[in-house]
């Protein structure tokens, strides 16, 4: 009968050996192969890509449809849309109406006249201010045409003009004062109230 041989006992050197390969075996069995894990990273890395496009196309469609009226514009372009407003144009008027000069030194044609010696200032494209009730000056504007007004001479000659009307217009007069002052040139403040001056009814003579 064969006997079987006793067991040499481990030392310390040869049982650290061995414990150290069956963790490297263990180790080994547990990680997934090499090409998976690399797929897998790739995989993610694509999806995290594809996301983003997604995000950035939904976001220019939606840019596209916004409003109009809620997209950002310029100051300049505020300001235009703010004085172009039915409000903005409902809260002022137009001062409109004439000055007729009387002189026997008015000069000129029937449609273009205009005024000499101590009226010589009055001509087309005089200054216009118009003031509020509390003296402050809210518009300005001009004087526009004029229409020289006369008598034939005995012999048919050129007409020997009497009066010359200047149309005043100013635009863009406030609302909401009790009266207003026009002040053709330098030649002093003329009242009106409110109604005349927001009726086109205003009148002033000189000479």
Do not use: H
Not at 86 to 99: E, K, N, R, V
Not at 160 to 172: A, H, N, Q
Request: hydrophobic share 30%; with cysteine; glycine share 14%.
């Amino acid at each position: 009968m064969t006997s079987t041989p006793p067991e040499v006992p481990e030392d310390d050197e040869a049982r650290a050996r061995r414990e150290l390969s069956e963790r490297r075996q263990a180790a080994a069995r547990d990680r997934p192969p090499a090409s998976s894990n690399w797929r897998s990273k790739k995989q993610w890395i694509a999806a995290g890509v594809l996301g983003a496009l997604a995000i950035g196309v939904g976001v220019a469609v939606d840019a596209t449809k916004q409003n109009p009226s809620e997209r950002g514009t310029s100051p300049l372009q505020d300001a235009a849309d703010l004085t172009s407003t039915p409000a903005a144009q409902d809260a002022t008027f137009t001062l409109s109406g004439g000055i007729t000069l009387s002189d026997s030194g008015i000069r000129g044609t029937a449609t273009d006249c205009y005024g000499t010696g101590g009226y010589n200032d009055l001509s087309v494209g005089l200054g216009v201010t118009v003031y509020d009730a509390g003296g402050k000056i809210v518009a300005t504007g001009s004087l526009e045409s004029s229409e020289g007004r006369g008598t034939e001479l005995s012999g048919g000659g050129p007409p020997l003009l009497l009066s010359c009307r200047f149309e005043v217009r100013v635009y863009k007069v406030p609302k909401g004062s009790d009266f207003y002052q026009v002040e053709v040139g330098r030649r002093g403040k003329i009242t009106v109230s409110a109604k005349q001056a927001t009726s086109g009814a205003f009148r002033a003579t000189l000479g």
